[in-house]
Each structure stands twice: as C-alpha cells, then as structure tokens.
Antibody
Framework: EVQLVESGGGLVQPGASLKLSCVAS????????MSWVRQTPGKTMEWIGD????????NYAPSLKNRFTISRDNAKSTLYLQMSNVRSEDTATYYC??????????WGQGVMVTVSS | ETTVTQSPASLSMAVGEKVSISCKTS??????MNWYQQKSGEAPKLLIS???TLRPGVPSRFSSSGYGTDFVFTINNVLLGDEGIYYC?????????FGAGTKLELK
C-alpha cells in the first residue's frame, strides 16, 4: 500500500525558515517524480513544484521558486520542502504527492503550516 | 502559465440529480485535465486523469469530457456521499494549475 506521511509543520514566524519532510513507503520511491501541493485556508489549491526521480531536475511555481527548494533522499525514501523567508500567505496545508507527473493519484494526509507572529 | 477557470463555485443538488462542472483553460492543453474530489478533512482524491480516464475503483457515475480548452465533469445520479469540493487541474504544462473548486452540497 502506497503511503506518504508528511511532517515538520507548525507555527512559524514571518521571515523564518521551515523544512517539511515526506516519508514514502509501499512503492519504489526512486522510480517516481514527486510533487508538493498546498491548500490555503480558503481552499485554493496551488502546485509548488516537483522533482525528478533521481533528484537531478526540479520545476517550481514561478511565484515560489526564489524561496522554496525541493529535494529528496532516495536512500531514505524521503521528500523535502525547504521554505525560507516565510510570509503570512504561506499559511496552508502542505501535501506530498506522487504521480505520474502532473496527475497525482497518491497524496499524503497533509501537514499544516501557520505563519504568524 | 495556463489559467483554469472553473464554474460554478457552488452547487446545491438533490439526490439522484445530474451534476455538471465546467473548466475552461487559457491555453490548449489537449486532454491533459484531471479531476479531484475532496471530502471534508481529507486529502484530494484523483477521480479522473488525463484522457478522460476513470481511475480504478471510481464509480462509473463519474465521467468527464473535453479537449483543447473546454472540459466538463459530470456526476450522474448524485449521492449523499458525493458531497465535497471538486477541482479540475491541468497537467499539460508547468506550472500545473488548478481551478478554484466547486463546492457540492446535497439537499
């Protein structure tokens, strides 16, 4: 059974950094592109970016590419999202997803990030 | 960037009725449209993937059509358990983009 389990969320102050993790199981992690998607409290969905199965290539939403970095450790079957200089508009539930690319049949349970002073 | 315009924003239907949701894209995306259902407190679930392909285990009451820039998602004989928010999302080009969602309420 495919499982994606996110962690690392919580309350963070504006301007701070935060790193989210997603541990995958039930499939060969190194065979798949992986993505991060977020959902705001108002239920707006936004794709953040994705990373190639070997970690050699990433894509990002243009509005986030200067502050967010996606990486992976295939030996640990873990996906990461490094968030820097966070803003109030980054408050959202963050989901780890598995493709095929762009069409996500598997989602984690989500992790909440609240940016507030 | 491809903009996805989804309508309506909300629907209130009776059990057994037919639901139709429209998504229009600002660029031609062939048939690279996906449809998700999100129930309260849960992660989105992929119902229909590119090429209007029903995902395994999804009831045939759910269907979609469309190619290019105009797409329609349909639920025939809607049930109480179908309440939730429905999203369309294009996977033709990055950045992948979503519609704003349609909240489906059952009377």
């Amino acid at each position: 059974e495919v499982q994606l389990v996110e962690s690392g969320g919580g309350l963070v102050q504006p301007g701070a950094s935060l790193k989210l993790s997603c541990v995958a199981s039930g499939f060969t992690f190194s065979d798949y592109w992986m993505s991060w998607v977020r959902q705001t409290p108002g239920k707006t969905m936004e794709w953040i970016g994705d990373i190639k199965y070997d970690g050699s290539y990433t894509n990002y939403a243009p509005s986030l590419k200067n502050r967010f970095t996606i990486s992976r450790d295939n030996a640990k079957s873990t996906l990461y999202l490094q968030m820097s200089n966070v803003r109030s508009e980054d408050t959202a539930t963050y989901y780890c997803t598995r493709g095929p690319t762009g069409s996500w049949g598997y989602w984690g349970q989500g992790v909440m990030v609240t940016v507030s002073s | 960037e491809t903009t996805v315009t989804q309508s309506p924003a909300s629907l209130s239907m009776a059990v057994g009725e037919k639901v139709s949701i429209s998504c229009k894209t600002s660029t031609d995306i062939d048939d690279d449209m996906n449809w998700y259902q999100q129930k309260s407190g849960e992660a989105p679930k992929l119902l229909i993937s590119e090429g209007n392909t029903l995902r395994p285990g999804v009831p045939s009451r759910f269907s979609s059509s469309g190619y290019g820039t105009d797409f329609v998602f349909t639920i025939n004989n809607v049930l109480l358990g179908d309440e939730g928010i429905y999203y369309c999302q294009q996977s033709d080009n990055v950045p992948y983009t979503f519609g704003a969602g349609t909240k489906l309420e059952l009377k």
